[in-house]
Nanobody, 121 residues
């Protein structure tokens, strides 16, 4: 089994900052891409940022000048620093990790339960 546990999130005023963290644990042979998606009410889930094990990042255009991501490949953790938050950033944020499990050939995506981020105007 593989578990993703998220922390952080909450309520912040526009222009403020929040930090989200996510830790993957369990029978992980290799953690490939990690990152965050978000889903606002009535909207589809969208990619916020993905980071490879080599540290290459892919940010959504809407956040690339405001959010940063870091990763610890030993601990299999990822941290999303969100600055200059806007009301439109309000959503449930989901951590994901593409994992090759011990004894497996292929890899699959695992997801956290989500954490609410609310930005008030």
């Amino acid at each position: 089994q593989v578990q993703l546990v998220e922390s952080g999130g909450g309520l912040v005023q526009a222009g403020g900052s929040l930090r989200l963290s996510c830790a993957a644990s369990g029978s992980i042979f290799r953690a490939n891409d990690m990152g965050w998606y978000r889903q606002a009410p009535g909207k589809q889930r969208e990619l916020v940022v993905a980071i490879t094990s080599a540290g290459r990042t892919n940010f959504a255009d809407s956040v690339k000048d405001r959010f940063t991501i870091s990763r610890d490949n030993v601990q299999n953790t990822v941290t999303l620093q969100m600055n200059s938050l806007k009301p439109e950033d309000t959503a449930v944020y989901y951590c994901f990790c593409n994992v090759q499990r011990l004894g497996w050939v292929s890899s699959i995506d695992y997801w956290g339960r989500g954490t609410q981020v609310t930005v008030s105007s």
